[in-house]
């Protein structure tokens, strides 16, 4: 199967309802309700189209168009689900997501003021790697138009512009990492240690772009990991794997505990690429301050309390509207089950966790987890130490 997924907030600047409508080569039309404009306020929206499958052996344009001039700086982004045959496959795809945070607000006016998001990761699949379509996402929250300039690496900035009078909800941009990007390649991709680093500026200090996060999604092939049972085949690749942790409720509270909330591993071994989450949350404030953080238990870290995950502000017009929330947690919990840091937390034991939010709010929750569990056996002597061992052994990298 397949999807489409639109997402933007459309730059309103007028009382006009209006109609989103997209196709596949002129085939397969789709048109929106009409959306309503009302209270001229721009809005965040995610639209999902669904056409039939089209052929897989061909070229397709994809066409999105609007009955307004509107959503400015468009995500578009395709999902597929497929099968194939197991038995000669020697090459595969492996998608995964990496949550990001940038210091917010947003630096302003220069790029001397940008803000960076620096990231490394590990790919340790065998084989040639090669980076396929891949991207970094960024969402933001804006009291009145703000436009980001963005790099990725050795990229020239790219500006997007925004448009609008009041904003209500987030707004999005999603620019291309690899080589068939506008700008050209962000990084190289390479076995082993890869680092991703992000600049992005604001066009204004007086409209400032707040509660800025998002991800990275990496697509690149690579060969069939080696090895029996879970640390070997496709199922050892790095992925990504999101659960439900909290549905939205209707309460509209400020604070909220996630009881006892366990978040499974299935491998007995595995490495942490990244751990994080995904919150989404509607409001009808002119500012919202967002906080959340997990227990910790005794006999770990501190041995009680929380630990911070996410804490940020937000200013938007004040109604009701929706913002996604990508957070980190890779520095809180534990990077494979033997991780020997004992200030972090083992992400698959039962605890609570906390969400505050400064206004009432409705919360959805969702974990965002990306490891893989291939292993290698290493040889050599450990010399220097008490003469203790333990059985087990992770090389944290």
Known sequence: DWHIVVEGNDGNATTTDWT???????ADVFTSASMEAGPSTSLFHRLIYKPPVPATDAAHEFRLWGSQARMHHTTVTLVVTYEFTLAGTTRILNSIVLPIEIASPLGANTTANASRFSRSIYCVEPGALTLKQSAVRINWVMAGAASPRIRVGGQAYRTYTSAGNMFAGMASVQQRIDSGSAQGAGFTLA?????????????STSNEMS??????????????????????????ASHTVMSVMSQYDAALLDIRRLNTISI???EANYWMVASGFCMNIWYAAGSQAVTFDVECLAGEGKGAGYYDIYADAAFMD?????????MRGRDTFKRCPQDADPDRLDIETARDYRVYCATGSSVGLLSVLTYHSQTWTVAGDLTGGDGALTTDLCLVR
């Open 20 to 26: 989103v409508s997209m196709d596949i080569g002129g």
């Open 191 to 203: 076995r082993g240690l890869n680092s991703i680093v992000v600049d992005a500026y604001g066009s």
């Open 211 to 236: 509660n800025v996060n998002g991800y990275i999604v990496l697509n690149y092939e690579s060969d069939v990991p080696s090895g029996a049972g879970e640390a070997g085949g496709i199922g050892a």
């Open 264 to 266: 499974p591993i299935p």
């Open 318 to 326: 004040s109604e009701r509207s929706c913002s996604i929330v990508y």
